[in-house]
């Protein structure tokens, strides 16, 4: 069985692998990466290491740049260059579905890549050089997953939950976004380390959902009932002009299924209502 390391201890998704790894039988060690360096990691019997480093679910400002091209790019690079060096056989790296940019179209194809902001930019040019790396005895894998959710999980779809949990009513306005419950992405890692795949990876659950699709499923879970309105599309859309959350709320943000299909995306083993349960009632 494969040793796997997993460089990121104490993070949401670092310590999920960990969990989802070991269960299905992998000797899983994970590392806290503000105690060990990359230099100092012992790399003895590791065939596959998986990179859940960055800097998520704060405020981005100016002065933070060079933060982030540290974290989401010099070190996954440095990362990388010691696994090949201590031949490990798999790299695998949390990059983002940012690398695309602001785009509100179906992503369908890596010819739309296009980041806008240097959160984006970071793991664009990580992706890039890390992938410079592969051979054939040393593969690197991409992950660029879309909000993940799961009890516990913050950011976008925390910040969905608690207006689910505030307000009966809400506009039946029609979106299209991809999401990825965390268990989810937990069976892909493991059939992607099982696979010793490299490449560029889209992971999502098995269907596209609107934001208001969403609202309704939380309040379900939470045993309530959800009013949806018609006919508000262009009050949502002047809202989105002006509204920074509402924007990132209601704007069109997905991939295509196919462009996220591996092993028959039989690792998406849930229904959507189901995934929502879990991550309102645990």
Known sequence: ?????????????????????????????IIDSFREKPKDIDFTGIDVVINVVG?????????????FYRINTDLAVELCEEAKKHYVK????????????????????????????????SKFLADQRIHELEDDNFKVASVRPPVVYGKGCKGNFALLQKIASLTPIFPSFRNVKSLIYIGHLDNFICQLVESGDGGY????????????????????????????????????????KFISKAERAFANDNYSIDFSRYKDNSYCNMSFQTTIDKTING
């Open 90 to 121: 798999q790299y695998i790296y949390m990059s983002s579905m940012n690398v695309y940019g602001d785009t509100t179209e179906t992503i369908c194809s890596r010819d739309q890549e296009s980041p806008k902001n240097f959160y984006g930019k």
């Open 55 to 67: 800097i998520a679910h704060v405020k981005i400002t100016d002065d933070m740049e060079d933060l």
């Open 1 to 29: 069985m494969k040793k796997v390391l997993i460089y990121g201890k104490n993070s949401y998704i670092g310590e999920h692998y960990y969990q989802a790894l070991k269960k299905v039988g992998y000797n899983v060690v």
């Open 201 to 240: 990876f889209h992971p999502q659950n098995a269907q596209t959902i609107s934001t208001a699709d969403t609202i309704v499923a939380i309040r379900k879970a939470l045993g309530k009932k959800t009013i949806l309105i018609p006919g508000l599309g262009l009050l949502v859309k002047i809202c989105m």
